[in-house]
């Protein structure tokens, strides 16, 4: 088993779009966020998407738009050497949307289901792995089971950084984007 980087999309990995980042032609990697996880691929870490995803939900684009847009994103990391492990979605919203897209779920940070379904089926070691997110649910996800977490200031994380204290102690560390978080995730090592 191996330990994994688990990353938040948008705002983590590329510019968040206002309402939604619904094609390719919209896809804006962060600077930097490639070659950061280029080098978290290169010390063995899998890297694995976990992002929710409710404009499916809400009617503001379609999974298979979602599916779209997560190929680009694979393909210019994968170029850039950081091929990504996987990459799991939940295109659920407990309040807005039809069915079956809104209902509550396990799936949807903060709950970790997106992060147990990727661990049972890639083979991951939650106890040696991060999560690197912009906000409160995507730590939260990643604390319910042991994983190390790491806010970024990027996308909505520096507002959110306001609001650690309701996650209660340790506080996790906030650092300034995914390049910081990737220096952070391997100076602490595996």
């Given amino acids: 088993m191996r330990p994994a980087v688990f990353l938040d999309r948008d705002g983590t990995l590329n510019r968040e779009v206002e309402g939604a980042l619904a094609s390719v032609a919209q896809l804006e990697l962060l600077p930097g966020a490639a070659e950061a ?4 691929a290169a010390a063995g870490f899998a890297l694995v998407v976990v992002s929710n995803q409710s404009a499916v939900a ?14 680009e994103l694979r393909a210019r990391l994968a170029a850039a050497g950081a091929p990504l492990a996987g990459v799991y979605v939940c295109p ?7 069915p079956p897209y809104r209902r509550a779920c396990p799936c949807r940070k ?4 997106l992060l147990r379904r990727a661990a049972r089926e890639l083979g991951l070691d939650l106890g040696r792995s991060w999560i690197v997110g912009d906000a409160l649910r995507d730590l939260a996800a990643g604390r ?4 190390r ?8 994380g520096a507002r959110e950084a306001t609001r650690l204290a309701e996650l209660g102690p340790p506080a996790p560390e906030v650092v ?3 390049g910081a978080a990737a220096e952070r995730v391997l100076a602490q090592g595996r």
């Fill in 110 to 113: 903060p709950q970790a289901g």
């Fill in 176 to 178: 300034r984007d995914l």
């Fill in 144 to 147: 319910a089971l042991g994983v």
């Fill in 149 to 156: 977490a790491l806010l970024v200031e990027t996308g909505k």
């Fill in 37 to 40: 996880a280029a080098r978290l």
């Fill in 92 to 98: 659920h919203h407990p309040e807005h949307g039809a």
């Fill in 58 to 71: 809400r009617g503001w684009c379609s999974l298979d738009d979602v599916r779209r847009v997560n190929a």
